[in-house]
Every structure is written in structure tokens, then in C-alpha cells.
């Protein structure tokens, strides 16, 4: 008799359950009358129940198999091109040339010749010093060659008329060999007079200071009547700022990967701005010949041009190294492509406008795109509704991202909610003859 009374609760899922509980609490007399009109009542619950899920499980298997009503998708052909593996990675951007301006020797400034952020180039006059002392030595050097050049010359009469008296035999060998020597180490002090000049020529050449290469001029520590000095601070910085270059670290594994991209040459290196400013295109230019032991790195740095500016000196910026290029590759979107427990698939359009899964493998994906084998170019893939598509569904093309009439995933809610109210009514039926 409990095995009926478990039976009744089981089968009647409402009203049949509270009639067998009725029947246990009656007496023992009574105790088999309940549990018979709890079994036959949960048994008519049951049986109302049970149509009422037969009546559900059609509308589930319409709304996902094939015979349901059709899936509103948006779909993209699958694309066929070349496609370049890259390596990201974060660099900081470095001039190729950037050199602090230090005088050469102490002096006064006399005179700033650019303004603060001013683009210069090589040879241009940035600063000019006080040169009164180097002008008054370079006077001084050309006045004792002026003297000593002078005696040279009489030097030369003497030694002229030494050998006019020897020829007479009037004085020996000796005299004029003395004045032989006399002429050459008055050429001697001539020649050394000339280095003297062009010394102080130098010194002279220090009190105006230029720009040793083109750039742009930083911030200036200096005004008119500063006093400078050899090694003390930079008068300015001029900083190349075009062509210029980004250093970055590739991990140890990646070694082989940049060598053979710089022996091509360069191959291609995109730099990409902060902020969706905009991306710039490089070559690789240099990797370091030894493997930091302390971070298993390697320096990398490759070369841009940059008229534009757009790359700042110390900035950090994104890199892509392309290491390989997959030649006539199918591209597909990432998010076509859905994971499941037996791999990745993909939908596609297939004759009758019927959804097609076909199994693929992601070869490479970076960004919004996946180069997968398994699709043919040209096919239409399922993008957008794609969670609603089941095989043989029929589908319904509609524009990316707009109006979605007809969404397959209204149609099985409203199958599953249908069920479900089937399901309350058979309860509520079965708990009609309680009272």
C-alpha cells in the first residue's frame, strides 16, 4: 500500500500527491479508499500531464532541428588573401640621433641663435660666446709668424752671399754651413708658427657653437651672459626625429623568427598608436647579438619614417613583427567561429538557403580575423544569430546589425514557455478535485 501511495505522488505531480497524503493520515478503515482515489486521481493528473509534455516537445524540436521556423543571420563571405603572422609586442621609441650641445670651453654666452622647439639643421649657429681672447691670440699667432718670416728671409740673403764669398774662397765651408743651418731652423720656427695660428683657430672656433646634426631643439638651460663651462650642463638637445626608430624585447623563442626577417630584409614592422591614433609602417633594422640572461630577451629595434610626427621620442606604442606570410589564406571572422566539445565549427549557407556546420581548424587568428581551413572563399558564413542555427535550419539573410524579425531564439523561447505552461495547467488540472 506505501509503494501506491509513492506511485500516486509520483505520477500525479500535484493534486495526485496531496489526495495520497489525505489517505495516509485517514484511518486504517479509510486508509485504502484514499490511497485508491489518490492513486486514480494522480493517475488522470498524470495522464494530463503527460499530453501536456507530448504537446511541448514538438514546439522544442522545431525551434532547433530542422523542420523549425527559419533563423534570421547575418552572414560574410569567407575571404581569400595573404595574411601575415605577426609577433605583438610593446617598444619604446628612440631617436636615431640625439646629441647634448656642452661648450668646449668656459666662456659668456653672447648671443642664442634659435628659440626653444626649433627644428635646425647640421651646421646651423645655436649659440655664439665671448671670443675676444681667442681673436686676440689668433693675432698674436699670426704677428710671430709675420716676425719669424722675416727673419727667414734674411736668413736666405746671408746664406745667398755665404756662398757668392765661398766661390771667391773668401770664407770656408763651415761659415756656410752655419748659415745653412741657420736658414732651416728659421723655416722650423715658421712652420710652428702656423700650427700656433691654426690652434688658436680652433680655440676661435669653439666660441660658435653649431648643431651637429639636423633635429629638433629641446628645452634651453641658457640665456645671453650665462657663464658655461666644459662639462657642465647641455646647452640643448637636438633630438632626430625623422627617420626614427622603436626598440622592443622578443621572447628567446622568437630569435630565429627576427634573424630570418632581417636577412630578408627587414620585412614589415607596424607600429600602433596609443589611443586608436593611427598605425605606422617600418622595417626591422637591428637585433642584439647576445640573449639577456637575466629576462631570456633579446633588443630588437626597427626604423620608420616619420614626417608626420606621430611618433614621439620615449612614447610606448604597440608593435606587430611579421614573421610569415600565408599566401592565399581563407579568412574568416573570429566570432563566426564557434568552439564546441568536439572542436571548432563554423555555419554556412548551403543549398535551400539551409544551415550547413562544417568542422574547421584556426590556423591563425589575430584581431577580428582567423585564417581557417575547412571553408571554401566565397562561402557565406553565419555571423551574427549564429547561436540560434542548428543543422538543416533555414535561414533567413539579413543586413550586420540590423532589425532581427523573426530571431529563431523568440521562437524557442516562446516553444519552451508554451511547455511550460502546459506543464502548469496539467498540475493545476490535477489539483482540481482536492477539495
Known amino acids: 500500500m506505501n509503494r501506491?501511495?509513492?506511485v500516486a505522488v509520483a505520477v500525479g505531480m500535484g493534486a495526485g500527491m496531496a489526495l495520497a497524503l489525505t489517505g495516509c493520515n485517514k484511518a486504517p478503515g479509510a486508509a485504502g479508499a484514499g490511497a485508491a482515489s489518490g492513486v486514480g486521481a494522480g493517475a488522470s493528473a498524470g495522464g494530463a500531464g503527460g499530453v501536456?509534455?507530448?504537446a511541448a516537445r514538438p514546439a522544442s524540436g522545431a525551434a532547433?532541428?530542422?523542420g523549425g521556423p527559419p533563423v534570421s543571420v547575418s552572414t560574410v563571405r569567407a575571404q581569400q588573401r595573404d595574411v601575415d603572422v605577426t609577433l605583438d609586442v610593446t617598444g619604446t621609441v628612440t631617436a636615431l640621433n640625439s646629441v647634448d650641445v656642452r661648450p668646449q670651453v668656459s666662456s659668456i654666452i653672447s648671443k642664442v641663435h634659435i628659440r626653444e622647439g626649433q627644428f635646425v639643421k647640421a651646421g646651423q649657429l645655436l649659440?655664439?660666446?665671448?671670443?675676444?681672447?681667442?681673436?686676440?691670440?689668433?693675432?698674436k699667432a699670426r704677428s710671430q709668424l709675420v716676425k719669424d718670416q722675416a727673419g727667414l728671409a734674411d736668413a736666405q740673403r746671408q746664406l745667398t752671399r755665404s756662398r757668392d764669398l765661398l766661390a771667391q774662397k773668401f770664407i770656408s765651408q763651415g761659415a756656410v754651413d752655419t748659415t745653412q743651418t741657420l736658414v732651416e731652423t728659421q723655416q722650423a720656427v715658421v712652420v710652428g708658427d702656423n700650427s700656433a695660428i691654426k690652434t688658436a683657430e680652433i680655440a676661435l672656433?669653439?666660441?660658435?657653437?653649431?648643431?651637429?646634426?639636423?633635429?629638433r631643439a629641446g628645452a634651453i638651460s641658457v640665456y645671453a651672459g650665462s657663464t658655461v663651462q666644459p662639462g657642465a650642463t647641455s646647452l640643448v638637445t637636438i633630438t632626430q626625429l625623422d627617420p626614427i626608430s622603436v626598440a622592443f624585447n622578443l621572447p628567446q623563442r622568437n630569435l630565429a623568427d627576427a634573424l630570418r626577417t632581417l636577412r630578408s630584409g627587414g620585412g614589415k614592422v607596424t607600429a600602433v598608436l596609443p589611443e586608436g591614433r593611427g598605425t605606422a609602417t617600418g622595417k626591422l633594422q637591428f637585433v642584439d647579438n647576445a640573449v639577456?640572461?637575466?629576462s631570456g630577451t633579446v633588443k630588437v629595434k626597427a626604423t620608420f619614417d616619420n614626417a608626420s610626427e606621430a611618433l614621439w621620442p620615449g612614447a610606448f606604442v604597440g608593435v606587430q613583427l611579421a614573421v610569415q606570410t600565408l599566401k592565399d589564406a581563407v579568412v574568416v571572422p573570429q566570432a563566426a567561429v564557434i568552439q564546441g566539445p568536439r572542436g571548432a565549427i563554423v555555419y554556412t549557407v548551403g543549398p535551400e538557403s539551409k544551415a550547413v556546420s562544417k568542422r574547421v581548424d584556426v590556423l591563425y587568428a589575430n584581431g577580428p580575423d582567423a585564417v581557417a581551413s575547412g571553408v571554401s572563399a566565397?562561402?557565406?558564413?553565419v555571423l551574427d544569430g549564429r547561436q540560434n542555427v542548428r543543422p538543416g535550419a533555414t535561414l533567413i539573410e539579413r543586413a550586420p546589425g540590423g532589425g532581427r524579425p523573426g530571431r529563431s531564439g523568440g521562437a524557442a523561447s516562446g516553444a519552451s514557455g508554451g511547455a511550460s505552461a502546459a506543464f502548469a495547467g496539467s498540475a493545476a488540472s490535477g489539483a482540481g478535485p482536492a477539495p
Do not use: K, M
Open 64 to 66: 532547433s532541428g530542422a
Open 52 to 54: 501536456a509534455l507530448d
Open 378 to 381: 566565397g562561402e557565406r558564413v
Open 4 to 6: 501506491a501511495w509513492i
Open 127 to 139: 649659440f655664439t660666446l665671448d671670443s675676444r681672447n681667442e681673436e686676440g691670440a689668433v693675432a
Open 205 to 215: 672656433s669653439y666660441t660658435r657653437i653649431t648643431a651637429p646634426s639636423s633635429g
Open 292 to 294: 639577456d640572461a637575466n
